[in-house]
């Protein structure tokens, strides 16, 4: 993987292993980690390919007195060989110390309080060491429910404790500016070389704690392809409803990351696997098994998105939640048109009110995305309606393109019959003639009858009737 890896592996008496079993979290915190160290000499990650920004955090903080490293996925993707693009920062300085250093942050977060320090448009996050539950001192402390759930962890330790109380072998790996080593307390190297992810302590306990560690779990196994260990995904299908407890608020920028991440569609594979998919979308885990389209749509959509972050092209959570819920839209319009005898257009948007209203009890969805994603399923219906001056509107609409994309998808899918989007291609690149031929031939309109559009001569109007003279009486005027 990278050099001198594998001689540090093999050295007597020094190859990398979980320093604890799966019995409990409990009786691995009471177990004290043996550090790995991985000098300079032996490991790829150079300061040239780290933030200069971060670089500054960390000497900073240790330049005042304090221990700081760099933490998780920037030291775990420079390992891999790829280029890290966030950068976390682990100190024993406490939030309101790290707020004194730095005039340029500023402490989140009431769960987990953390530091944002801010270099332009990049940001750094700094996080105190996490200690163990119950050595409450200074006035932090942790609360968990009933349930195992944590509601508060904010109990500052040491390294070695914050290292056993990260979620991934893997993430807990730990860079320092004061000997440009790494340091391991976890056995991440050992799986990072095995490409296997592994869950700290007992899974089951940690899942209980922040369910959304099994969103994780398949992030991470699909964006780096790793395997999930076998005893850390043996929990993930019965303990998936837990997910219900998280804010929605939370989840919907879970979904960001498993979707907008470049590996959209193997998240949503490996989601599905393992029952999870169910948690974030219950409606379109029921109909994506019952439309023989729905799963081609979704996956190609998905594929679609992973193309674009690929090309470094612009995509929209709206276009995204509009692929995703799409095919519950699709089936509740047919049973509203049946149930209230509507027609297609009011049916469909009743549908898609309902829909929405049932999504946002799992994912939130803000008005800046579901405004637009209900623009593109309404112009699904404008869009079969080629006849007069409806067809420019709908082409000048700001949405056009991406229901224009949208339609190209659903063809592709199978849902619906090939040659609308041909027919809307054409029309684009046509010129004023060759728009009013596609009307006329193709779109429904009246070749004796120019449609009205650009360069097309207006519509003569019938001329009004005029009105019968009545025999009432002419109501007095003031000079009567």
Not at 75 to 96: C, E, M, Q, Y
Not at 319 to 340: D, I, K, N, S, Y
């Amino acid at each position: 993987m990278f050099k001198g890896f594998s001689r540090f592996l093999q050295r007597p008496g020094e190859r990398l292993k979980t320093f604890f079993g799966p019995e409990s979290a409990s009786a691995a915190e009471d177990t004290t980690p043996t550090r790995q160290v991985l000098p300079r000499d032996e490991h790829n990650v150079s300061r040239q390919n780290l933030s200069e920004s971060a670089l500054k955090v960390l000497y900073r903080l240790n330049g005042a007195g304090y221990d700081a490293y760099l933490v998780g996925g920037c030291i775990r993707d420079s390992l891999l060989g790829n280029r890290p693009k966030d950068f976390d920062v682990a100190t024993n300085a406490t939030p309101d110390e790290v707020r004194q250093l730095f005039r340029n942050s500023r402490i989140i977060g009431r769960r987990f309080r953390i530091v944002h320090v801010r270099f332009g448009r990049e940001v750094i996050e700094v996080t105190t060491f996490r200690g163990r539950h119950g050595e409450e001192h200074a006035g932090n402390h942790s609360q968990q429910s009933d349930e195992g759930l944590l509601l508060r962890d904010n109990v500052w330790g040491s390294v070695e404790e914050d290292a056993i109380r990260r979620d991934f072998t893997v993430n807990a790996l730990y860079y320092s500016v004061t000997d440009f080593a790494i340091h391991d307390w976890t056995g991440g190297l050992q799986d990072l070389e095995d490409r296997v992810l592994r869950m700290i302590g007992d899974p089951e306990t940690r899942y209980r704690e922040d369910p959304v560690r099994m969103l994780r779990a398949a992030r991470f196994a699909a964006k780096l392809d790793f395997r999930i260990a076998e005893e850390t995904e043996a929990p993930i299908r019965e303990l998936a409803p837990l997910l219900l407890q998280i804010p929605p608020a939370r989840l919907f920028e879970e979904v960001l990351k498993l979707f907008l991440s470049g590996h959209a569609l193997q998240s949503f594979r490996v989601l599905r696997e393992r029952g999870l998919f169910a948690m974030l979308f219950p409606e379109s885990d029921e109909v994506l098994d019952q439309q023989p389209w729905a799963v081609a749509l979704v996956e190609q959509a998905l594929a679609n998105t992973d193309a674009r972050i690929a090309q470094d092209r612009p995509v929209t959570p709206a276009f995204l939640f509009g692929a995703l819920l799409w095919p519950c839209v699709q089936q509740r319009t047919l049973r509203v048109a049946h149930e209230q005898d509507l027609p297609d257009i009011p049916a469909q948007q009743a549908a898609a009110q309902q829909v929405i209203t049932r999504q946002l009890q799992h994912t939130s969805i803000p008005k800046r995305f579901s405004m637009p994603m209900r623009d593109i399923w309404d112009l699904q219906q404008q869009l079969p309606r080629r006849r007069g001056r409806r067809v420019f509107q709908t082409l000048e609409h700001p949405r056009f393109r991406a229901a224009y994309d949208f339609l190209l998808l659903r063809e592709e899918a199978g849902e619906i019959s090939p040659g609308l989007g041909e027919w809307w291609t054409q029309f684009q690149q046509a010129d004023e003639e060759g728009q009013r031929e596609l009307m006329a031939t193709t779109g429904g309109g009246n070749a004796a009858t120019p449609a009205a559009g650009p360069g097309s001569k207006p519509r003569r109007r019938r001329p009004r009737k005029r009105r019968r003279p009545t025999n009432k009486p002419t109501p007095p005027t003031l000079d009567d």
